[in-house]
């Protein structure tokens, strides 16, 4: 399996199922212990996956790393019909170790900056 955003190998690993931090082993052992609830939103008309605290976290991203103009607020438009994600278990997916990101989230990614490129 190919990175879809630097090409590189990529390696199978279990993951919590939040996109953006769901492939380190600390989220797992957090997901083991019930310590997070994952939610199903939708951004950018694109959906993922995200536990309560990288939801919160999320307007830390730099507008341009989702293909956006560099100016614009850090204020991302979140569907606010999120769907709360029950029975979470641990999965598998693929991990970029040159981007350091899961497969689920690096697709989102990529979809996404398509999309805000001309925006």
């Known amino acids: 399996m190919e990175c879809p955003i630097c090409n590189s190998d990529m390696a199978s690993i279990e993951v919590a199922p939040c996109y953006d931090c769901g492939h380190s082993k600390e989220e797992i052992t957090e997901l083991k212990n019930d310590e997070h609830e994952y939610y199903l939103y939708e951004i950018f008309g694109e959906k993922i996956i995200l536990c309560d605290f990288c939801d919160a976290d999320f307007d830390s991203y730099y507008p341009e790393y989702f293909g ?11 569907d606010q019909n999120r769907l709360k994600i029950e029975d979470a278990e641990v999965k598998t997916d693929y991990y970029c170790k040159k981007c350091q990101r899961r497969l689920a989230f690096l697709n989102f990614l ?9 925006t």
């Open 68 to 78: 956006l103009l560099k100016d614009l607020p850090q204020e991302y438009p979140f």
């Open 110 to 118: 990529k979809t996404v900056r398509e999309k805000n490129k001309n």
